[in-house]
Structure formats: structure tokens, C-alpha cells
């Protein structure tokens, strides 16, 4: 089932937090809510679950209006961040817990609890204690006690934050097997942009209680609709520049005394802009040799990182760009060398400052 | 917001009834003290009071009392705090038992011992004076002043303890490396981390002393102290007096109010920190050394312990009257409390249980949606369950009893009252065992009962409860301690045949029945006593591990 978002407006007291937030999420698709801390995230996503009521405007799931539905008669699924099993409780109890509410029979229960432990690869440990468990499993523990009711939506509010790196990617790919296995519409909380472009169907950058852009992950990441977005997501080089005239399309700009193409995906107001480009889409070659499309610049740091080599290169006086090469001889300039820095006029954004 | 009701209503209303019981059976007292002293005609209790020199004596002594017995329990409770959490000597484990004699002793019993030992017809002041050493009066000042100290100190040695523990060693070792002096960085450092701790543990004191009653009139001789005379203005036979009461009540209540501003206000200026960290691992102290520290340490133990060797024995001493017979044994005295008049054993046990399970559920209930389900009552509901604290037993009691003695609801000469004062005396203490490990239960864990389909009242009691047992239990056997020896408040409110075992042993002790009084002692430890032991040995109930 869908998920509709209607012109919602969420306040803590006289602090609105959320205003007029409208959102479509397709049946079955994995939605993420990305954005910095303090912009909303939580709040929007409990709003959904049905712990913060709603000031304004109403949420449907497929078409059933739920606005005024208390959190347990949502038929929702829920991952927390600190996992939230109950510590008294085994983990077969944990996971029999929503089964028990919803009146199964005990030979369902033990049957379900079973597949559903083994599904996430925890089918030995049904005895033991959440104490017991180290962090990775008890998220996994979490994350079938939350998929075993067979919810309408699953919420998770950063489910992978308390994990270290190399956990966190393990559990990222089973919640994505599952979901996609189980085709619940899921919204997923992060402030985490790797983790929202590898798990997405689409993401919803958020800033201060507003959606800024919604799109695939490559329309976030390759379109970005204003400089906030880009930077949010990837790094990016971004740089203030005069706004071009009123032109949308390809357009020529200044930078550091050169001339470039660039594109601009949407309209642009007032005279200020800026340039977006991404590190990974700058080509560096040996002065001269850069051929149309290119600005002089010199190398000022350099990063040799194996598979990859990060420079900062000063352009003019006061523009640095990060550049990152791959490829054969991708650390081949020194600091200090003069070269040559090409830009894809389609990779290189013009955006509204 | 006026949608989504469905999930706050129940909450909100049981705070609602929550609010309407505090209003009526705590403000409503209040408020009951504080209207009657303006009562009395053209000449109302304030003008009484001004005008008598022995009403202002009494407050003045008061105060005096109770900064001294502050003063000495800082001097014994911190060193003693310090030597037991930084050094290791013989004996140091005897320290561990003065939270619990602290809490377990009675101060009824603890001065009548005294009494017994350096009294009129004392153990010792006879011993000296076949000597032909002739001890000063133990009544009065020095009496009230070493009683209470011995009482009270426990409580300034418990909270620097807590502080000294939780301080890290680390700070100081950073300080030491800078430079200074052990001993100078030591104070530099730690003074200001535990001095929080200590000025809490003392302004506690403080309080407690003028609220005291039962060793104040016990060992209170000609020493004009408030609630001395508030209870005699409550009680005097002959008729009492409505409106001294509740005017002398009302300074009472006035005096403890000020003292917590105070507090608070020290402690709001400071912007002290809590300073959690590495424990300090005691150094082990031997030689001459660890035997002196471990003596005087142990010394102070000892008198600590002194009321339960002097109880006990008592208790099996054969007397004839006010006559004690030290050195014959016998059973007789507990044979007559427990044949001839049990009323007041079984009178304590049922109030008690029945106040402590009133209390622990309406503390398990109130202190949860204090910390967990905030709404526009809970910030009244955390304020007024602190309200005890500033009244003293005496004035609780006279609230009470002057409110519920006609009307509507008459309690006067029930043993409702009684439970009533229990509860509500007891209230902060319940209240705080209670909540102490509700903030260590995340919220997330009952938003995930209620996401799995569970309503908000279900989901409390099934994730929950089940992880408050543990404090519930542990608040339950303190709450229980501290009920069936409480005395200033039930002294007030009880009648004929509802007399408890405090109040027993304080009629004993008043007739000079010092055998019979042990004997009485002896039960009420006993009775304190048992449920800890079984709850901490059998059902390993942890007491202090949320302190
Ligand atoms: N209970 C509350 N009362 C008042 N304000 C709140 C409350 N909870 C959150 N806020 C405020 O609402 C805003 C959004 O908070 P929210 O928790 O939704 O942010 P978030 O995007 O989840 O951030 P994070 O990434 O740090 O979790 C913040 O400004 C926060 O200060
Ligand atoms: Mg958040």
C-alpha cells in the first residue's frame, strides 16, 4: 500500500516544525528521508507511525485516511535506532510479541517466529536474551520482530547509526534483500548519503521540515535542484559565480577568468548562481592539453589513496577545486605542477545561490 | 491539537484523578495549617506568637539545633565518606552497614538508648557515680545534640560517599601532574566535585532535625523546641489549641520551605557538575596506619551500633518498673507485649502494608508520567509530590487531622488516617526509589509495543512494568522501612486503640518503662529488619544499587 502525504504541518507547542509537506510513496518502493540533523526527519516519520499527532493536513495509507488513527491501529512496523527489544523478553518473545496482539494461534506463532529468525540468520539464537546478542543481531532481531506482523508500511529511524562500518553494511543488505523479498512500502531515516543512494528507490532530501528535492538516487545525485542538495549528497565543488543570463539550458560562465559551458536545469533568479561540479567529474591533464571546456589551474595538495588520488587545485586566486582521478597514472601530478581541469558541460550544474 | 485524542486521553485523565488526590488529601491540609493560624479572632495566631517570648525562643532554639547537628554530622560523615572510598583497612567493612543503620534505626530507640546508657538512671552515669564521678544531665542540649548527630549523620556520609565515588580519578591525577601537591590538588579538585553532595546531604539534615519530634521531646528536657511545642499545642490535654497549632505548624513548614530555596539557590549558582567516571581504587592502608584509621573509623561504627546492643539487651533485662535489673534474663517483657496488648503490632503491620502499597502504586504511577507522558499536569504532579519533604511530620499531621475531622470525608478516629498520614509523609521517599530506573527504560521500547499493535495502557504494563519490578521491589522494602517507624505525624492523627509501635514505644519510654520500651524495639527492628533480609537475600532485591 501507498503512502500520501498531504499538506502536513507537525508542531511541538508553537514550534512548527513541519509546514505544508505534501508526499507521494509508491506501494511498495523503499522511500528515504535524508537531511542534516534537527531538519525534521524523526518527527515526520512518527508523525507517519502515528506518535506525534498531526496540526494540519491528513496522511493516507493507500486510501485509507489514518490522520486521526492512534499508532497502534496503523498496522505499521517499526525499527528503531537503539533496537527497542524488550530486554526482559527472549528473542522468540520479542518477535512473538506483535503475533500474541494480533491473537495467532500458538502453532503460527512458533512457525512465523521460526521463519522469520531464520530469514535474517539468527534461527539458532531464538533463547538467548537481547543482552546477549551483539549489536548487529539485535538489530536484526528488531528488524524481523518488525517484518513478522506483515505491516502495512515498515518505518526505520536510522536503524544502521548505532553500528560500526562494516556491520552497518552487512545489516544495510539484508533490510534491502527483506524489503525487496517482502515488497512492504518502506520509509527509511538516514543522515547518511551513501547509505540512502545504495538503498533508495527514492529519496526525499529534507531541509528544515521541507521536502528541497524527490527523485531516484541518480536524479538526486546527477540533478541536483539547488546547491544545498548537492553538497548534502556527495561532495561537491560549488562555487559562487555571476549568474548567467536569464537562459535555462546550456550557458556560458566565468570561472577563474575562463569560460566554460555549463548546464542549467532550472530557472535561475536574481544575479548571483552557483557552479556545481562533482570532484569525480573534472578531468586533469598537463597544461595545454586539455583541449575545449577546460580552465588552468595548480596543484596545491595532493592525496594518494590507492585506487584513487584526491587534489586540491587553486584556480585564479581564491577558487580551490577537490578533483578526484581514477585510472591509469590517476596520481601522476605533483603539487605544485600547472595543469589543465576539463569540465562535462552536461555534469556541470548551474544552480540558483 | 485536537486531533489523534485516541492515544493520550487515558493517560491524561489518570493524571487528572492523580491531580485531584494530591489537591485534596496534601495542598488542601496545607492550606487548612495556613488558614486556621489566621483564625482566632482579633488576636490571630501570628500576633499570639509574637507577643509570647516562648514561642520565639523555641524557634530560635530550633535553628540552633539544627545547625549544629549539621555542622557536626558534616565533620564526622565526610572524612568518614572519604577514608571509606579511598583507602582499604581492617574492619572497613563494617563502614558498608551505616546507610542501613542509618535508615533501620528508629530514632525513637536510638534516644531511649542513650537514655539508657547516660540517663538519670543510665548504665553508665551509675557506673561513674559509685565512682563518685557525677556525669551533667544528659537531658537537653547535650542530649539532643549527640542523639541527633548519631541519628543524622549517616545521611551526609551516604550522599559524599555517592559523590566521591563517581569522582574521576583522573581529574586529579591531571591536576597532580601540573604540579601541585597531592594533598593540595586532592582538595583543589575534589572539594568543588563533591561539594554539591555534601551541602544536599546537609541541608537534608537540616531539615530532618527541625522536623524531629520524637527525640526532641524524649531527650528535649527544658529546651523549648517548635515541634515539641506544636505537638503539645495539638495535643494538650485540657484542650488543644487550633489556632497556636496551626500558626507554630505554619513557621514550621515556613523554616524547611526557606532552607530548600536555599539549597536550591546554592546549587543553581554553582553550576556544579555531575562528574562520572573512573572509581578511585582504594589504597590499602596497613601498620599503625590502617589500625588507627580502622579504629577510629570502627569507633564510629560502634556507637552507631550502640542503640541495637543496649536494645537487646534491655529488651531481655529483668525490671520492676522503672528499675532495670541488668544481669537477669528473661522472656517476660515480650510475652507481655505480645499477649496482654498486641494491638499495636498488628495495628502497624496492616497500616504499614496497607500505606506502603497505596504508595508504591500511586508513586509507580505518578513518577511514570512525570518522566515519560509530560502534559499540562505532571509539572504540578512532580512538584507536589516533593511537598512532604517541606512539611514536617508534626505539621502533616495537624493538616490532616484538622481537615478530615468533619464533613464530607471524616476520617478522625480511623485507622484511614493513620495510613493516610504514612503515605503521604512517605510519599517523596517512594516516589524517588520508584522513578530511579525509569530513565535508564528508553521510550522506544514502548513505542515498539505500540507499533506491534499494543494500545499505550496495555503497552505499559506488558514492557514496561516488568522492567520496574526490580525498583518497585527494592522501593517497596525501603518504602516499608520507613513507614512502620514513623511516629511525628501518626503521634497526631491516631486514637484509642489505633496506637502503632512507635507510638507504643514512645508511651513506654514516657513512663519510663525502659524494658518494655527495648522489648518493643526489638519487634520494630524486627519488623523493619525481616522483609529486607528476605527480600535482599531470597529475592535479591538490589536497595541501594540505584543511588
Ligand atoms: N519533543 C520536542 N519538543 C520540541 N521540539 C522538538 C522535539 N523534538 C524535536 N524537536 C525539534 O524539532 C526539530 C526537528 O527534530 P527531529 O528530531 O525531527 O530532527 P531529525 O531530522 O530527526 O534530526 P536528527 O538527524 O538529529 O535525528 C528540531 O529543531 C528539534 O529541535
Ligand atoms: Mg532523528
Redesign the pocket.
Known sequence: MGIDIQKLGVA??D?R?IDGLSLKIEPGSFFTLL????????????TIAGFIDAAAGRILFGDKDVTGLPAHRRDIGMVFQDYALFPDKTVNDNVAYGLRARGQDGATIRRKVGEALERVGLGHLGQRHPAALSGGQRQRVALARALVIQPTVLLM??PLSNLDAKLRVQVRDTITELQREAGITTVF?T?DQEEALAMSDRIGV?KS?RLEQVGTPSEIYRDSVSSYVADFVGAANTVEIDAPGAAQGMVTVGLGGHSISARVPAPLAGSRAVLIARPEDIALSPQGTGGANCVQGTVSRRQYLGGKTHYLIGIGADVALAVETHGDGHDRYMPGADVDLSFDPMKTLVLAS | MSRGIGNRTVWWWISLAAMVVMVVFLLYPLLTILTGSLGGGDRNGWAQLLADPRYLEAVRNTLVLAAAVTSLSVCLGVPLAYLASRYEFPGKSALALLPLIALVIPEVIAAQTWLMLVGNNGVVTRALRSVDIILPSFYGWPGLIVSLTFTYYAYVYISTLAAIRGFDVQLEEAARSLGTSPVRSRLKVLVPVIMPSVMAGALLVFTMVMGNFGTSSILGGKVRLLSVMTYQAAVAEGGADPVMQSTLASVAVGLIVIVLFLQRWILSRGRYQVVQGRNARPVPLSGRQGWLIGGAAGAVVIVSLMPLIMLVTGAFTVSRGPVMRWGEWTLANFERLLLTNPTPILNTLIYSAVATLIGIGISTLVSYMIVKKKNLFTPALDYLSTLPLALSGTAIGIGLAMSFNSGWLHLTGTGAIVVLAYVIRRLPFSMRSASSTLYNIPDSIEEASISLGVAPVPSFFKVVLPLMVPAIASAMVLTWAVTVSELSASIIVYSGGRETMPIQIYKLIDSNLMAQASAMGVLLLAVILVPIFVATKLFRVELFSSR
Not at chain 1, 537531511?35 to 512518527?46: E, I
Request: hydrophobic share 25%.
Open positions: 511541538y507547542g514550534h516544525v537531511g542534516p540533523s534537527g531538519c525534521g526527519k524523526t518527527t515526520l516519520l512518527r529511524d536510522e531515516v543522515h529534507m521540515g
